[in-house]
């Protein structure tokens, strides 16, 4: 089955987790560029859509999300299932990545549909066994870019 959307979560995935605070309370995230060029011109390119649903609100990942490309970006969501059932026309069709457990039921309900799951080094244990493809880097260091390599290497993609 091709795969059609690529989900992606941002915090731990995109990122390296850590949320840094300035002394004036502004806040700052990194993002990896790998994971930036992988998303928008290998994915995109290949037929897939990128988006992003994270339980967070940040006007830092509507920048990142504008920069790359990613038009589909859904902020602030508790019922991250919910979301994405509403958004997909099949979960056999979805890579999903993830790491940590709000991703958790996501990630099962893909795998299950046979759709592709993923997720950074530095995933938390349970998260790891469920997956298809652990990364060998951490989340915010290219994670994501790795998995869409692996992606189009094992013909999962358009």
Not at 29 to 47: C, E, P, R, W
Not at 114 to 132: F, N, Q, R, S, T
Request: glycine share 12%; net charge negative.
């Amino acid at each position: 089955m091709a795969i059609r959307l690529l989900v992606m979560d941002v915090d731990g995935t995109l990122t390296d987790g850590k949320i840094y605070i300035g002394s004036n309370g502004e806040l700052f995230k990194a993002f990896s560029a790998k994971d930036g060029y992988g998303i928008h011109n290998i994915a995109a390119s290949s037929g897939v859509t990128p988006v992003i649903i994270t339980g967070r609100e940040s006007e830092i990942v509507l920048k990142r999300c504008e920069e790359i490309g990613i038009t589909k970006v859904y902020q602030g969501i508790d019922n991250k299932l919910e979301k994405l059932r509403a958004i997909a026309e099949k979960l056999s069709e979805v890579a999903y990545i993830g790491d940590d457990m709000n991703d958790f039921v996501c990630m099962k309900a893909v795998k299950e549909a046979g759709g592709m799951v993923g997720c950074p080094y530095d995933a938390v244990e349970k998260v790891k066994e469920l997956v298809d493809f652990i990364s060998t880097k951490n989340g915010g260091e290219g994670a994501v870019r790795e998995f869409i390599d692996w992606l189009l290497e094992s013909g999962s993609s358009c």
